[in-house]
C-alpha cells in the first residue's frame, strides 16, 4: 500500500480505487479505512470516482503519534492537504464520516479551491467552550479505564438493532489513545461559526435517533448551500452502516456536485 511523510513526519497510508474525478473518503474516531468497503460504499463508489481511502493518523496502518499538538484538527487538516499535494490532486470532494465531518469542514474553510464538495455522514452539534470542557473531562477518564467499550454501549443503547458485531471488533482495533489525545485537543475550531462561509456544496446524511432535535438542520441553514437527508430510526453508526439508505443521496448528489473536473 503506498504512503506518504505529513509535514510533521508522520508516515500514512492510503488507497486509491476505481477512476473519475476524486473523492476522499476520511473516518472518525474509530475503525480504518477498509470499512467504506466493508460497509458497501467502496464498489458503487469506485465505479464513477478515483477514490481516495485515507488512514488518517492514529488509524489502521498509519502512523500513530502522541500527544495534544500530534492530534489537533489543524494537524488533520494539514495531513489532508498534504496528500492532495502529494497526489497532485488541485481540488476533490470529500466524504467524512463522524469525527471526519469537522476535518472536511476545516479544509473547506481554510483552504476552499482544494474541496469541491463535501458529505458528511453523521450530524452537526453547537456547543459552548465550558460545556465540551465538561464533556472532555467526563469521557477521557472512561476512555482510560475502558477503552471504547462504554461507548459502545451507549451506541447499542441508542440503536433499534445492535452494532454489527464486526463493526465493534474494528473500532476495539483502533488506537483508542489516539481518540483520547484528539479530544484534549478540543476546543479546537468551532465549525458551527464557520458554516456560513464554506462555500462547497454540502450534504449531511444524519441519522434520526442520533441527532433528534435536527441540530443538523439548522446548521444547514447557515450553509450557502448546505442540505440535509435525515434516516429514519438510524442512530450514529448504523445510519453510517445502512449504505442500501444513504447511498443513493449520496450519488444523486455527487453526480451534480463531484463530476464537472477531474483530476
Not at 71 to 93: G, M, P, Q
Not at 99 to 104: E, F, L, N
Request: with cysteine; proline share 7%.
Amino acid at each position: 500500500m503506498p504512503f506518504f511523510t505529513s509535514p510533521d513526519a508522520v508516515r500514512l497510508k492510503y488507497e486509491l480505487v476505481g477512476d473519475g474525478p476524486p473523492l476522499l473518503l476520511h473516518l472518525g474516531a474509530g475503525c480504518d479505512s477498509s470499512v467504506w468497503d466493508a460497509a458497501g460504499y467502496l464498489k458503487p463508489l469506485a465505479g464513477s470516482y478515483r477514490c481516495i481511502l485515507f488512514d488518517h493518523r492514529g488509524h489502521g496502518e498509519s502512523d500513530k503519534p502522541r500527544g495534544i499538538e500530534a492530534n489537533h484538527i489543524d494537524r488533520y487538516e494539514d495531513d489532508v492537504v498534504a496528500l492532495l499535494d502529494h497526489l497532485k490532486i488541485e481540488s476533490t470532494s470529500f466524504w467524512g464520516y463522524s469525527a471526519g465531518i469537522d476535518v472536511g469542514l476545516k479544509v473547506a474553510y481554510d483552504h476552499p479551491s482544494r474541496i469541491r464538495s463535501l458529505v458528511g455522514s453523521g450530524g452537526l452539534g453547537h456547543t459552548t467552550p465550558a460545556a465540551l470542557a465538561q464533556f472532555v473531562a467526563k469521557r477521557v477518564p472512561e476512555l482510560q479505564q475502558h477503552g471504547w467499550e462504554k461507548m459502545l454501549d451507549r451506541f447499542d443503547t441508542q440503536e433499534p438493532e445492535p452494532v454489527p458485531a464486526w463493526m465493534k471488533e474494528r473500532i476495539r482495533a483502533t488506537d483508542v489513545q489516539q481518540f483520547i489525545d484528539s479530544l484534549r485537543a478540543a476546543p479546537g475550531w468551532d465549525d458551527w461559526e464557520a458554516l456560513p462561509r464554506i462555500s462547497a456544496p454540502t450534504l449531511f446524511i444524519t441519522g434520526e435517533l442520533e441527532d433528534p432535535h435536527d441540530a443538523t438542520g439548522d446548521g444547514v441553514s447557515r450553509m450557502p448551500n448546505g442540505r440535509r437527508v435525515r434516516l429514519a430510526g438510524q442512530g450514529h453508526i448504523n445510519a453510517f452502516l445502512r449504505s442500501d439508505l444513504g447511498l443513493p443521496h449520496v450519488l444523486e448528489f455527487l453526480s451534480t456536485n463531484a463530476a464537472e473536473f477531474a483530476r
